[in-house]
Every structure is written in C-alpha cells, then in structure tokens.
C-alpha cells in the first residue's frame, strides 16, 4: 500500500505531491480517490521535508566522523509505527519520498524508476516545463508554490504506481 | 557525385563503394541524440530572445504600447537578481505574442526556419551527399527527391524517416510524421491540475506552443530542396498538425505532423 508521493526541489521546495488517502473534496478526478498537488497538504509537506532535512544532516555529521571511506550516508527509510518513508536524494538535489505501510521492504528501485524514466523523461527533456521550479529568489527557501501539473507526468506516474496501491 | 549505372549493385566495384560508405558512415563521430535534440530545440526560445532584444535595442526610450509588458519582465532590478529569460518562459511569451505582435511573431519564426535552411543545406551536403553511392541526382525527379528528403534525410537529422509520403504528381507532396522526434517528451505545464481543465483548451494552447518548433523541419526541407537547386521562393512549406492513427496513439505527442510542400515551378528543372 502506498499512502502518498512527493518531490521535493533543491530550493526545499514541494514541486509536485500526490496523496491517496485523504477525500477529494473539491475536484473531479479522474485517477480516482486522493488529490494532487492539494494546498491542503502544503504544512504535511513541510513537515515532511523539514524532518527529512534535518535526519540527513545528522547523518552525514556523523558519517563524516566515522572514516575517511566517504560512503553515501543519506537516509533510505525512516520507519513510524505505521508506515515507513522511502526517499531518495539525486546528485541535482532533488527528494524523491514515498510514503507506504510495512509490505514491502524496499523502494529504491521504484524511485529510481520514477526519476529516471518519469521525471528525466516528461519534466527534464520536456521543454515547456521550466527547468528550475522557483522562479525567482523569493522562491527559493521553500516559498515556492510552483508545481509539476503535465499530464503526461501525471498519466504514467499514476499508470506506474497503480499496481503497487493496494 | 561518381557516376553510376542503374541497378549495379551485384557489380563487384559498386559493392565496394557501398561498403566504402558504410565505413565513412561508421567513422563519423557518434552524437549523443537527447543532447543534440535539445540542442536543436533551444534554437527556438534563443530566436525569440534574439528577437526580443532586437526590438529593445534601436529604441533610446521606451515607446508605451509596445513594451510596456517587456518592461515589467524585463526591469532591471529583476534582472540582476534573476533569469527572466529561461527557455520555457521564453516560449510561453512566444505563443502570447503571436496574438499580441504579429510582426515580432513572425520575425522569430523567420528566424528559425533561416537557421533550418542553413543547417538543412549543410548538413544534408555533409552527412548525406558524400559519398552515398546510392544517391544519383542527375536522374533524379521531384518525386524521388522527396522520397531522399524522406528517407535519408530525415534518417540523418531526426534519426527516423518520415511516415507517409503523398502526392499528386503535380508538385505537391504531403510528407507525414507522426511523431516528429523533436517534440515527442513536449507536455504543456498549467497553473492547476489539467484533470480538472477542459481537456480541448490544454491541447490547443499546447499545439500553440509547440507550433513555432515545427518551422526548424520547415527550414530543413526548404534548405535540402535549394541545395538541389530549388530556390527558395519557389517552395512553399506549411507544417500542419493531424490526427495519429489509432494504433500510434500512446504517450507520446498527441499529434502527428504533416509537412506540405509545393514547388511553384516544377518544369524548370528538366
């Protein structure tokens, strides 16, 4: 089961989000349950992003102290009592957080997936979508409100993800 | 081009100019495609700035009407401290301008298709005119020059050959593509979730968008058929979207391209 879904920017930003659980209140979705970019979960991804934020630099802190043998320290999962948070952290700095139960133990394949056949495909070599989401400095510390809303995107995300829902 | 006799290819001397040229085309240095295609496809926002900037430059003092949109994008605090000018925003006011600035609009997409025509008759002498054996042009007719454009042209730019090729023998021709390369990944970004916008409105903004990229293939083809000594005002080239067939239909593009070519004066090269 996959509760939800984000990328996160190298400005901090949430460019692009997708819940499954919550009611759609307001819109007609045709992918079925949940919502998309909802303004209603900008404080969760906050959150989100601010706890994943903070756990990393406390990881590489330590690593750093540990040997001179620099392997990645960054965090993969991070457990609850409920679910358990995927991420993933691209060389561009870029998060990309899968928020699921206990099924399955690891995702990093499916996020790789995602960034690399999904993202690189439909936001990187796409020309109309911008190549940085803030679009100026006041965006850039998490004040960015910009999203990725392409429906090719959005189409094989949810076609790539929707097995793994239930 | 060496001379060649029809239909020669058993003879023992043709095959070795064939594999001859299989080796040149094996040693030409390889290009990666994805590079080459963004490449290709930034030629288009950077007409545009060209263009921009074009427009500002003879003016000492900002006349209202015109730039008074320019200004507010372009005002100089913002441009210290940003980059207005990034490729997406870059085609966005593209597509505004073409119902705000016909002239400017059309001055961009000149310059685009002058590029085509220069990389088309460059490219096409470099890549595919030397040392093809297969090609003889002395003998050739408009029809079998078109299907060159098709076949080998398309093949060395695009990395694919055009899908259909019609005509009606009277110097026009419809070349189809149905997923032009260039455009394929090409999605439009909107300000809300597009499930919830009018499906009809995201697709022609869209195809507004990407309208300017097809006048590059529009340059190529008219730059291929100058270099073969049809001048340029005697072709006319119009690019058109059209319906893919059913079984095309994926996730790519949504529409097909149909480039229309029609020489004025067909006689006057025989």
Redesign the interface.
């Known amino acids: 089961m996959i509760y939800s879904f984000w990328i996160f920017d190298r400005h901090c930003n949430c460019i692009f989000e997708r819940e499954w659980t919550l009611a759609n209140s307001n819109n007609t979705n045709a992918m079925g349950n949940g919502t998309i970019n909802s303004k209603q979960n900008d404080e969760v991804g906050k959150l989100l992003y601010g706890m994943i934020f903070s756990l990393n630099s406390v990881t590489q802190k330590l690593s750093s102290s540990l040997s001179e043998n620099q392997i990645n320290n960054n965090i993969r999962s991070i457990s609850t009592g409920k679910f358990r948070i995927h991420t993933m952290q691209t060389a561009t700095g870029l998060w990309f957080i899968l928020v699921t139960d206990f099924k399955q133990q690891n995702y990093s394949q499916v996020l790789q997936y995602i960034y690399s056949h999904i993202y690189v495909k439909y936001v990187v070599h796409n020309l109309l979508s911008p190549y940085d989401f803030a679009l100026n400095p006041k965006e850039q510390r998490g004040q960015g409100i910009k999203r990725i809303n392409n429906r090719h995107f959005i189409n094989s995300l949810e076609a790539f993800l929707q097995p793994m829902l239930t | 081009m060496p001379h060649q006799r029809n239909s020669s290819i058993q003879n023992p001397e043709a095959l070795e100019r064939q594999r001859q040229y299989e080796l040149f085309q094996e040693s030409l240095p390889k290009v990666n495609a994805?590079v080459y295609q963004?490449l290709l496809?930034?030629i288009i926002?950077l007409s545009s700035h060209v263009e921009n900037q074009l427009q500002t430059i003879p003016m000492e003092e900002f006349s209202e009407d015109q730039t008074e949109s320019q200004l507010k994008d372009l005002s100089l605090e913002?441009k210290q401290?940003?980059n207005p000018s990034?490729?997406?925003?870059l085609?966005?006011k593209l597509s505004q301008l073409a119902d705000e600035d016909e002239n400017e609009f059309n001055n961009t997409l000149k310059r685009v298709r002058d590029i085509g025509i220069k990389l088309g008759t460059r490219l096409t002498n470099l890549l595919v005119f030397t040392n093809n054996v297969n090609l003889n042009f002395k003998e050739m007719d408009l029809l079998l020059i078109m299907k060159f454009i098709c076949r080998d042209v398309w093949k060395q730019i695009f990395g694919k050959q055009i899908d259909n090729l019609k005509t009606n023998h009277r110097g026009t021709f419809y070349l189809i593509d149905y997923d032009y390369a260039l455009i394929q990944?090409?999605?439009?970004?909107?300000?809300?979730?597009?499930?919830?916008l009018n499906e009809e409105v995201?697709t022609s903004k869209?195809l507004k968008?990407v309208e300017p990229f097809l006048e590059l293939p529009v340059g190529i083809i008219k730059g291929v058929l100058l270099s073969l000594g049809y001048p340029l005002e005697e072709v006319i080239c119009l690019a058109t979207f059209i319906d893919k067939p059913r079984e095309k239909i994926r996730?790519g593009f949504p529409k097909g391209i149909s480039f229309h070519v029609q020489i004025t004066k067909p006689n006057q090269q025989q």
């Not at chain 2, 990034?86 to 925003?89: E, F, G, K, L, T």
């Not at chain 2, 990944?185 to 919830?196: K, L």
């Open positions: 994805l963004m496809n930034e926002p913002e401290v940003s990034s490729s997406d925003q085609i966005y990944d090409f999605c439009i970004e909107t300000n809300t979730i597009p499930s919830q995201i869209e968008l996730n």
